[in-house]
């Protein structure tokens, strides 16, 4: 077996290498356009914010305060946190930049890594990256179906079917105390059948049993009140008024009456969207599986919880690496991969030091092309540029060198003809062309 090298990287952690970098491209390309469309703006905020941001505004008792925050003390005695998530860097710097003042709606996006001490398994890692879209000085439900649209559109326009869409209503400060108590009343008698973390979730934060993923804890959820059925006047008007909003612009949701998401923040709103791919199993069994790659929802007390104003807000982040995955299984990038139709062969040092010259022409010409400047065998190279799959070989040789001639040599047929040095460039757009 091959020796372990000694520094490996962290674990839950990985290297995003050149042949994985066009599909983050494709997702950031694709987020620049919508975001400009839709008015965004783009925002940049530190990737360490003071600890105590997220202990209030994610929530003390969530998972990611409680066990995947990763907190460092500087040597000036800060206690930082790596950001977990963005909401809550971004509420900071709308609040310490003076945006209320800004006309409103604010709306900012961004994207980048965050980082939760997760159990590392398939789609959760303890680096990942976001993009994450936010909306700020905004009450109506028209914004939160539009969040949802936008999210479904960026994830269309990269070439994804079969999303679902689920939506859910965890009330406001006026339902929220009522509904728990309704939940409490009936978790209680049936806390033996839960498990640990969710028997001490019924004391203190109740809601977040319904998020267990436990399958005891599933169960005695699928028969839980429902908070659809206890929301206020105003929280019941917002949600009809999103399902107009969403049956308006023909989205495909479904209305999930226990979706909570796992951060405190939320009032009114929640939504998450998942991609369904059906895999076949052995003996021809398949199987649907599920994969999470946006949530979200609406936040009105977030802004004021973290020092500014009362600011209704809404936004929702989806995982760039569970989109990538998927990307890669279902081959949605293949063919947009840019691939160069052109080698550059080289023999001697001449050659190779008139090469540098040529290539850097080629490039400002917008010709892609590639080289193995480090070979000087014309076979190896020749070789190389079959693997490639080039159009094109271009040879520079001593002889060329001296008529201030290149090769142009065609690979699929083997056709080869001599053009002078100052029309390689015209020669080949025509070529390319074709
Ligand atoms: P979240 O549900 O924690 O929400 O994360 C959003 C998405 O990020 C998830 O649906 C998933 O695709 C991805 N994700 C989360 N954790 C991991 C992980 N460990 N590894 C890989 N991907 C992961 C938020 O973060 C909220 N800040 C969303 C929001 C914005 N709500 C309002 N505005």
Redesign the pocket.
């Known amino acids: 077996m091959a020796k372990r090298p000694k520094f490996q990287r962290p674990t839950g952690m990985k290297d995003i290498l050149p042949e994985e970098q066009p599909y983050f491209e494709k997702i950031y390309r694709t987020v620049d356009d919508i975001a400009r469309f839709y008015g965004f703006g783009k925002i940049d905020t530190p990737m360490v914010e003071d600890s105590e941001l997220y202990e209030r505004g994610t929530g003390q008792s969530t998972d ?1 305060v409680e066990k995947q925050m990763y907190t460092i003390k500087t040597k000036g005695g800060d206690v930082l946190a790596m950001r ?4 809550p860097g971004i509420v900071r710097a709308f609040n310490e930049n003076g945006m209320l003042n800004l006309p409103q709606p604010v709306k900012l996006y961004t994207y980048g890594p ?1 980082f ?1 001490y ?1 159990h590392p398994q398939a ?4 680096q ?1 990256n ?1 993009v ?3 909306v700020f000085g905004e009450e109506s439900a028209a914004i939160d179906a539009q969040i949802i649209q936008i999210f479904y559109a960026f994830l269309r326009d990269l070439k994804f079917s079969h999303l679902i869409i689920e939506v859910n209503s965890i009330g406001d400060a006026q339902c929220r105390p009522y509904y728990k108590k309704v939940l409490v009343n009936y978790l209680r008698p049936r806390q033996n059948s839960l498990c640990a973390d969710c028997r001490r979730r019924i004391r203190e934060n109740p809601l977040r049993v319904l998020d267990c993923k436990e399958e005891k804890c599933q169960r005695v959820k699928a028969q839980a009140p429902q908070f659809l059925d206890h929301l206020c006047d105003s929280c019941k008007t917002h949600f009809k008024s999103l399902l107009e909003f969403l049956d308006e612009i023909d989205l495909p949701y479904h209305l999930d009456p226990y979706l909570v ?3 405190d ?2 009032t009114k709103t929640v939504f ?1 969207i998942f991609s369904e791919s059906t895999v076949e199993q052995k003996e021809g069994e398949e199987t649907v599986t599920r ?7 609406r ?1 009105d007390n977030l802004v004021r919880l973290l020092g500014g104003k009362d600011v209704p807000a ?10 990538v995955a998927l990307m890669k299984e279902k081959g949605f990038l293949g063919a947009e991969i840019p691939v160069p139709k052109v080698f550059l062969a080289q023999l001697g040092d001449l050659p190779k030091k008139k090469s540098l010259k040529l290539l850097e022409e080629l490039r400002r010409a917008k010709i892609s092309i590639t080289e193995s400047l480090g070979r000087d065998s014309l076979r190896t190279q020749l070789a190389r540029a079959d693997k490639l799959e080039v159009e094109y070989t271009l040879i520079l040789g001593q002889r060329e060198m001296l008529d201030e001639t290149i090769v142009i040599r065609k690979m699929d047929t083997g056709e080869q003809a001599i053009v002078k040095m100052d029309k390689v460039v015209e020669e080949l757009r025509k070529r390319l062309k074709k």
Do not use: H, K, N
Request: charged share 25%.
């Open positions: 990611i977990p998530e963005f909401t965050l939760r997760e789609g959760r890692f303890r990942f976001q994450d879209f936010e998401r796992g951060l923040y939320y998450e994969s999470a790659l946006v949530g979200g929802g936040y809404m936004g929702g982040a989806a995982g760039v690496e569970r989109i």
